[in-house]
């Protein structure tokens, strides 16, 4: 099966991890079983202003191959990470046109027996005559035959600058021939369209290609795509070529995250010299298409046509969205006792006058702001750079996962009385005072951090929206996520007639409060859960005894707060030290444990599911076979409440059986890229995501509700 070759080649690959260094020979060079690299130049010295080719050149032993920017259904392309003095840059990869390979289904896109991937490094001007130019280069690749071994090295060159540049000989000629297999980048007018289910790519060629016309180049040649962006067509399917007068139609195969009708094309063109039936000739020409678009992701980082689950959604509306969304977050199980809590500190200071009750709620409401414009400053930068990421993403960090179960502690600890700290922590102090409105703003941050985990209705199309718009949509769709969260709160403390419908304070109000620190000490065991998904088991006893830690800390701050004096001092440092300590050594501990990251288990006996993956899905669907698919995540309560609800019912099991319905996970507790872009393709910035495909070869998914009942999921499955 398609899934086992998958995993058997991970698995592989992860074995022989262990031998991928490769061993180092003089400082341009190095070499394993499989490969010999050598980082080369075509200039032996350079001049100020001038730019030269660097080279990769891989020597690769004979059935072993390394991979191409897209490497197809399996594999990782090969990286450079450079290291430059300051002026000196290099650019991306130059990747010669690919071969294709295949083991059973799987098919790959790469190089065998040799290839050099070039770079464009450019001098400065400024750079002074007689100076030397160091050039360090990590290579990673994957190198693969029947398993597959990932495979790293530091190569070194230096240049010297002078006035005149000079060649480099046989390098210089090794570098030339690597230019003429680049392919040529053309702007031909080129995209996609959907005929009879199947994907066609319509091509307008010129009437003259490398010195022949159209009819002769597709007629003297054999024709191959290979397509820039993974998972745009079935890369193991036949592809057919017609010519009609200057129109060239490529016939494939969907893949897993197929284009838009009217998609621009991107890939590479290769026309080879004709040989007999299934094998592979000469390259002879090769023309990029859509070589305009940005550049690639390398590591097999899917580009997708977005297939937006809400098409005519507009600015406003996605504000509309995300602020109903806001609202209803209130109402979640992880947000909901931070509420009671900053309620309860206003109901304990009922005596305050309108005008400081409004200051709180505006407090509140300025850190829910600033910790919503800062998450979304978050996500603008790591989207610029090029990572795919959604709403609770920082929960995929255990050291974010550890420092807010920590915090959720530390907070129960402080609603049991154990100690009183100012600050976020000490929700009945003064509401009146400058530490009142600290608190306030401090608990509309902690307000935010705890509703990353859920997701309200109303929110997955407006944050999916939000992550496909420039910085400045994306920036006012999150304020607009604060202000309804916010909102509640806000109303409680500017409106006066509310005042009078708020109960009295009294004793109860310090049992209240006692009993919402159980609430908190519950998040922080699930968050405990989470962490043993993200780091193994072994992080449990380390997170409780951070905590442990963490409560004799808060003990003994507390037991000495009447010393006065040097020893006050004295003790508060050496608590102070200590927590440090304790959160730096289980920082450290998880880094080491999270090295190998639990993911959700493959189904095992009893289950009645599979893991999530494209390949998998495809051969499903190829074989018009039902599929529902569940986008899920330990950190996301929203998830979590659907699978008890819903998912985990006899009556859910019963009817997946009953109408021979495949049912996968896929799990975003760490990131995965797969996952990822099946989320980007159907317009969500995060989980949970739950799709079905009714039976036959070209159906389309249903996007089901973010909140399940059994109803609601038993109508969808039936709904064929």
């Known amino acids: 099966m398609l899934l086992d070759s998958v995993r058997w080649f991970a698995a592989a690959a992860l074995v022989a991890g262990h031998f991928g260094a490769a061993a180092q020979l003089p400082s341009d060079r190095a070499r394993t079983e499989q490969v010999e690299v ?146 040529q980048a053309v702007s031909w007018q080129a995209a996609y369209q959907r005929e009879n289910g199947k994907l066609q790519a319509k091509l307008a060629m010129p009437s003259d290609i490398a010195g022949q016309s159209a009819a002769d180049f597709v007629g003297q040649h054999t024709l191959r795509f290979y397509p820039a962006d993974w998972g745009t067509v079935a890369h193991n399917a036949p592809q057919a070529f017609q010519l009609d007068g200057r129109q060239l139609t490529i016939a494939l195969a969907p893949g897993e995250t197929p284009p838009a009708p009217g998609a621009p094309v991107r890939g590479v063109l290769v026309a080879e010299e004709k040989t007999a039936p299934g094998g592979h000739g000469v390259i002879v020409h090769a023309v990029e298409l859509g070589a305009s678009a940005a550049a690639p992701k ?82 603008i930068v790591i989207k610029n750079l090029g990572a795919q990421v959604g709403w609770g993403f920082q929960f995929q960090s255990p050291y974010f996962v550890l420092g807010v179960a920590y915090l959720i502690f530390v ?4 609603l049991s009385g154990v100690f009183a700290l100012g600050g976020p922590a000490n929700l009945g102090s003064s509401l009146a005072g400058r530490s009142g409105y600290s608190g306030s703003f401090f608990t509309g941050v902690l307000a935010t951090i705890v509703a990353t985990p859920c997701t309200a209705p109303f929110m997955g199309a407006a944050l999916g929206f939000a992550l496909t718009q420039p910085s400045l949509v994306l920036w006012l769709v999150f304020l607009a996520l604060g202000l309804g969260l916010a ?132 051969e499903l669907r190829e074989q018009g076979k039902p599929v529902f698919i569940n986008l899920t995540a330990a950190w996301c309560i929203t998830c979590l409440v659907n699978e008890k609800v819903a998912l985990s019912q006899p009556e ?58 059994p109803d609601i999921v038993s109508s969808a499955l039936l709904s064929k």
């Open 298 to 379: 390398p590591k097999n980082a899917a580009v997708l046509a977005p297939v937006a689950s809400e098409p005519n959604i507009t600015v406003w509306r996605a504000l509309l969205l995300a602020f109903i969304g806001g609202i209803v977050l209130n109402l979640m199980p992880c947000v909901f006792p931070v509420l009671s809590i900053k309620a309860l500190g206003l109901l304990k200071h009922s005596d305050l006058s309108s005008a400081q009750k409004r200051a709180q709620g505006l407090a509140y409401t300025a850190g829910v702001l600033a910790s919503f414009s800062l998450l979304a400053l978050a996500l």
């Open 411 to 414: 907070v129960g600890l402080s």
């Open 38 to 183: 050598r980082l080369i130049s075509d200039a032996a010295s350079v001049a100020p202003g001038q730019t030269v080719y660097l080279g990769l050149e891989q020597k690769i032993i004979p059935n072993w191959h390394t991979y191409w920017k897209n490497p197809g259904d399996s594999g990782t392309s090969t990286s450079i990470e450079w290291q430059l003095p300051a002026g000196v840059t290099a650019g991306d990869i130059l990747w010669p046109a690919p071969g294709r390979f295949d083991i059973g289904p799987i098919t790959n896109y790469g190089y065998a027996d040799h290839v050099v991937l070039l770079t464009k490094l450019t001098v400065p001007a400024s750079q002074a005559i007689g100076s030397q130019i160091p050039i360090e280069a990590k290579a990673s690749w994957l190198v693969c035959e029947e398993s597959c071994i990932p495979q790293d090295a530091t190569l070194k060159i230096t240049l010297a600058v002078a006035a005149a540049a000079s060649g480099n000989g046989e390098q210089a000629q090794i570098i030339g021939a690597a230019l003429k297999k680049i392919p």
């Open 652 to 709: 859910f099991k019963a009817l997946l059986q009953e109408e021979g319905i495949t049912y996968m996970k896929g799990d975003w507790t760490n990131q995965d890229a797969q996952i990822s872009a099946l989320l980007k393709q159907y317009g969500r910035s995060g989980v949970p995501l739950y799709l079905f495909y009714p039976s036959g070869t070209g159906s389309e998914a249903a996007v089901l509700p973010q909140i399940l009942t």
């Open 487 to 618: 909102l509640p709160y806000l109303l409680v403390s500017a409106w006066p007639a509310l005042h009078r419908i708020l109960p009295k304070p009294g004793l109860w109000m310090e049992r209240l409060k006692q009993a919402l620190a159980f609430p908190m000490y519950g998040a922080a065991v699930w968050l405990v859960w989470v962490l043993a998904q993200q780091a193994g088991v072994n992080a449990v006893p380390l997170a409780l005894g951070g905590m442990i830690m963490l409560a004799l800390i808060a003990w003994i701050f507390d037991s000495t707060r009447t010393t006065s004096g040097g020893a006050r001092v004295a003790a508060n440092g050496v608590l102070l030290a200590a927590t440090l300590a304790t959160v730096g050594l289980s920082f450290q501990a998880v880094r080491v444990l999270a090295a190998t990251p639990a993911q959700l288990a493959q189904a095992g006996a009893g289950e009645n599911w599979e893991a999530y993956s494209p390949p998998r899905l495809a």
